[in-house]
């Protein structure tokens, strides 16, 4: 069975522009959530969906949003963007069997 | 809110020798403790998880026993191989779908040989 799958694996973007980066889950896995990995901050959460619908949300402004497909895939976008979103953003995916999140290998966003 | 501590690194240990990286949480309820490991590079892999107090979570020679009493989820392998080296993340999961991740800081381990 694949993994998670995240693209693009490395982003270089300039303040103020947005970006929106891809996740596609492990097939079956309904539930996508996203986190952001700094060296400052460590790991942090950002949401969660299931079934297209936000069902949990971390504190991150308003900047950072997401969305999720009728096949599970998943997107988050961050507009406006600032030096401080520089990070790998993580994707992880679950069942509803165990809930165990499988992660995929991140997408490193770098803003200068 | 809740929270996970992990002890600081880096660890730094020889070829086979006896890891413990210790880890406790602050947490409402009974979580769910989990291990994950990250290689350069890489994402973040489910090492191993326990549901309730006193589970003994187990995988590739690492184990940690959920201990309510003392709020602690602490990782250990009686021999650990250069392979190991890595950043290991205690994490507890929160919310209402139990999906909502809470990690510690991480702790960096270098085996030499």
């Known amino acids: 069975k694949a993994g998670v799958t995240q693209t693009p694996r490395y982003l270089i973007k300039t303040r103020g522009q947005q970006v929106t980066l891809s996740c596609s889950p492990i097939?079956?896995?309904?539930?996508v959530s996203w986190y952001q990995q700094t060296p400052g901050q460590g790991l942090q959460f950002l949401f969660e969906y299931f079934s297209e619908t936000q069902r949990n949300k971390g504190n991150f402004p308003g900047r950072f949003s997401g969305r999720q497909f009728s096949n599970s895939r998943s997107e988050m976008n961050v507009s406006t963007l600032e030096l401080g979103d520089s990070a790998l953003y993580l994707c992880a995916s679950s069942s509803l069997v165990n809930y165990e999140q499988y992660f995929g290998p991140g997408t490193r966003l770098t803003v200068t | 809110g809740n929270s996970v501590t992990q002890m600081e690194g880096p660890v730094t240990l020889s070829e086979e020798a006896f890891l413990t990286i210790n880890c406790t949480y602050t947490?409402?309820?009974?979580?769910?403790l989990f291990w994950y490991v990250q290689y350069p590079g890489e994402g973040l892999q489910l090492l191993l998880k326990a549901t309730k107090a006193d589970d003994k979570g187990s995988n590739k020679g690492f184990e940690a026993t959920y201990r309510k009493e003392t709020t602690s989820f602490h990782l250990e392998k009686g021999s650990v191989q250069v392979s190991d080296s890595a950043v290991y993340f205690c994490a507890l999961s929160e919310g209402e779908y139990g999906n909502k991740l809470v990690f510690g800081a991480g702790t960096i381990l270098r085996v030499k040989s």
């Open positions: 097939s079956g896995h309904r539930s």
């Open positions: 947490a409402t309820g009974y979580p769910s």
